[in-house]
C-alpha cells in the first residue's frame, strides 16, 4: 500500500515521500483511516513504528493556518516535544500550518509570544499547565487533542498534569492516545477522557528479524572490560548504553573515555546541553552515548545500530523502550545485554516476554575501572589485573 492510497492530501503525501517514507507502517496504514472518519483512537505498537506520523498526518489535513491553536500533543519529555514538532514540521513542508514546541528548561517568554500566533502545540505537560495558569494558552480552538507515549507520560507521573490541562480542553474535540505498551491507568485514562474509542493494535514494527538480542554473563567486575572488548569488536556507528543511575552513567563514560568518543545523557544536564550532545551524535562525532532510561526516552537517532544494556532494565517495559532506540524503522540493530549473576531473578521476566539469545564466550582484557564514589561498593578492586578473562555463562541455556 503507498500514502496516496490512503486518500491523503496530496501535498502530505508529497512531503512524506520526499521524507522517504515509501509505505505506510502498520500503525498508519489501520489508524489513519480512523482518524480521517473523525473517530477517536486509542493506538498501541511498539516505539519506532512510525506512531507520529499515524497522528501527525490526518491531523494536519484538517488543520489550516489560523494563527489559533487547534491542536494539542501531549508528550512526555523535552527530546521527544523537539522530535515530533520536528516531524510535524517535515510533514507540513507544503502547507502553511504553524507547530510550536513548548518545554520547561528554557525561556518562557519567547513562548508566550510564538504561543499568540500558532496552530499546533507540541508540549510536556508541566510547560503546558505553566501556561495555563499565566492564561498564556488559548486552549479554546482544540480540534484534536494527542496524548503520545502516554504510557511513559504515566510513569514519569505526569497523569495529574494532564488530567489538569484536559479540563481546559472543548470536549467538542478529537481524542487521540498512543502509547507502546498499556496499563490499567492507560485504560482508565482512555475510558474518561475519549468517545467510544477506537482500539487499534499494530504489528511491532521493530522487526525482530532486523534486531538481534542476545545477553553475556558476566561477573560485576568484568562488566566494563567486556563493554569495551564488545565495543571494539561490533564497531558500532552508534551505541546507546543504558546504566541504572546518573551516578553510574557519570561512572561509565569517564571511564569509557580513554577507549572511544563517547558522552553521558541524563536528566541532570540542561536542556542546550542534551541538545548538542544529541548534535553531536547525529553529526557522526560521537560514537557512544551513555544514558539513563529517562534521558533516552524518546531519542531518534537513526544511526543507533546498538543497544547496551550495562544494568538490566527493572521491566520488560523498560527492555521494550531501550531497545526501540535501535533497528529504527526497519534498520538493522543489536541489543546486548551484561547479565550479572544477581540480575538473573530480575531479568526473568525480561527473557520471558522477548526473545534473546546468550552469546557466545568472550576472551576479553581485563581493564582498569576507576571508581567513583558510590560506584565503589559495586567493584571489587582485586579483580582487576592483566589477565585474560572470560565471560562465564552456562552453554547455550536460554534464561526463560
Ligand atoms: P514511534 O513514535 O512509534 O516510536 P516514530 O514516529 O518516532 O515512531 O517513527 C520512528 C522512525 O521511523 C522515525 O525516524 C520516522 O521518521 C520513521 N518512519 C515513520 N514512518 C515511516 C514510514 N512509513 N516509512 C519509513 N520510515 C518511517
Ligand atoms: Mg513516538
Known amino acids: 500500500m503507498k500514502f496516496q492510497d490512503l486518500g491523503l492530501d496530496p501535498q502530505l503525501v508529497k512531503a512524506v515521500e520526499e521524507i522517504g517514507y515509501e509505505e505506510p507502517t502498520d500503525i498508519q496504514a489501520t489508524t489513519i483511516p480512523l482518524i480521517r472518519a473523525g473517530r477517536d483512537v486509542f493506538g498501541q505498537s511498539s516505539t519506532g513504528s512510525g506512531k ?38 517535515k510533514f507540513s513542508k507544503y502547507k502553511s500550518v504553524k507547530i510550536l514546541a513548548v518545554y520547561g528548561g528554557v525561556g518562557i517568554g519567547q513562548q508566550i509570544k510564538n504561543l499568540k500566533d500558532t496552530d499546533v502545540v507540541i508540549g510536556t505537560p508541566g510547560r503546558i499547565l505553566d501556561h495555563i495558569n499565566r492564561r498564556t494558552l488559548d486552549l479554546q480552538n482544540i480540534k484534536f487533542l494527542v496524548l503520545d507515549e502516554a504510557d511513559k507520560m504515566f510513569d514519569m507521573g505526569f497523569v ?10 472543548p470536549k467538542a474535540r478529537q481524542t487521540l492516545l498512543f502509547s507502546a505498551t498499556i496499563s490499567s491507568d492507560i485504560i482508565h485514562l482512555a475510558k474518561n477522557y475519549m468517545v467510544n474509542p477506537e482500539k487499534v493494535k499494530a504489528e511491532e514494527y521493530v522487526q525482530t528479524g532486523k534486531l538481534k538480542q542476545i545477553y553475556h ?20 556507528t552508534v551505541a546507546v548504553v543504558f546504566c541504572a543511575t546518573r551516578k553510574r552513567v557519570n561512572s561509565v563514560e569517564k571511564n569509557l573515555k580513554k577507549y572511544t568518543s563517547v558522552l553521558a545523557i541524563h536528566g541532570g544536564l540542561t ?24 534521558a533516552a526516552r524518546g531519542i531518534d537517532i537513526k544511526t543507533v545500530t546498538h543497544v547496551f544494556n550495562y544494568d538490566v532494565p527493572k521491566t520488560s517495559k523498560d527492555y521494550v523502550h531501550r531497545i526501540g532506540r535501535t533497528a529504527r524503522a526497519g534498520e538493522t540493530g543489536k541489543a546486548i545485554t551484561l547479565l550479572c549473576p544477581e540480575d538473573h531473578e530480575n531479568f526473568r521476566h525480561v527473557l520471558a516476554d522477548s526473545d534473546i539469545d546468550v552469546a557466545e564466550q568472550q576472551d576479553f582484557q581485563r581493564l582498569q575501572f576507576e571508581v567513583i ?24 541455556r536460554r534464561w526463560r
Do not use: W
Not at 58 to 80: F, M, S
Open 373 to 396: 564514589r558510590t560506584d565503589r561498593q559495586r567493584f571489587n578492586h582485586r579483580r582487576f589485573s592483566n589477565n585474560r578473562g572470560s565471560a562465564r555463562h552456562s552453554n547455550n
Open 52 to 89: 507520529t506520523a499515524a497522528f501527525g498526518l490526518p491531523i494536519l489535513e484538517r488543520i489550516q493556518h489560523k494563527g489559533r491553536i487547534q491542536v494539542l500533543v501531549l508528550v512526555p519529555t523535552r527530546e521527544l516535544c523537539e522530535q515530533v514538532a520536528q516531524e510535524f514540521v
Open 160 to 169: 495529574r498534569d494532564i488530567r489538569k490541562i484536559i479540563q481546559y480542553v
Open 271 to 294: 536542556q542546550s546541553k542534551r541538545n548538542s550532545i544529541m548534535d553531536l551524535v547525529k553529526s557522526g562525532e560521537v560514537n557512544v552515548l551513555v544514558a539513563t532510561d529517562v
Open 217 to 236: 554473563n558476566v561477573t560485576v567486575g568484568d562488566k566494563f572490560s567486556l563493554l569495551v572488548h564488545l565495543l571494539a569488536q561490533e564497531k558500532p
